[in-house]
């Protein structure tokens, strides 16, 4: 069996597999869902075959914090969108704000790495809010802000806002990531 793929480099773009005369066209809305996909939809195998130390310490993080954000503590995917929102019944769209990304605690334009003491689990939304501004916060000033924003019910819509998980901590959550 082989399996020709083309993925594109835009926010959203498409995944193209061809397997002899079958072939799937899956919106995605970067590369690592695609190569999730990819992979058999199975995080671990994920993790097996990828070389790349940031999706590794990512899969990690996903593990450690028990797949849920590090910021706003909502449950999150990585290889199944529809599965997720089928048993979290919610909409598409809705399921694309809580994709699992991978976070640099520390920049790596400040001299952080891909270890995975530097990486967290965090959904998508959380992610581009942070860094949609000029400058972005510190991720204990953002945990903080995201928390504040969460408590006046400003952050996600209620149908998540249902879903999370406050006041259940993490292993990650307890450790020495949390604010001051």
Known sequence: MSLALSIDS???????????????????LGWLPALAFVASGLLMDLEARMSSSLVKSGCHAFHLQSGVCFYCEAPMWVTDPDGFA???????????????????????????????????????????????????RDPGAYRKLVKQRLGAGRWHPPQ???????????????????PA
């Open 86 to 136: 089928k048993s979290k019944a919610l909409t598409r769209r809705l399921t694309e704000r809580l994709q699992c990304t991978a976070e640099h605690l520390t920049a790596r334009a400040e001299g952080g790495g891909a270890s995975r003491e530097n990486i967290v689990a965090v959904c998508l939304h959380c992610n581009k809010t942070r860094h949609r501004a000029k400058h972005a």
């Open 160 to 178: 998540i806002r249902r879903l999370l998980v406050s006041g259940r901590p993490t292993k990650r959550n307890a450790r020495r990531h949390s």
């Open 10 to 28: 835009r926010p959203r773009t498409r995944l193209l597999i061809h397997e002899g005369r079958r072939s799937w066209s899956v919106r995605v």
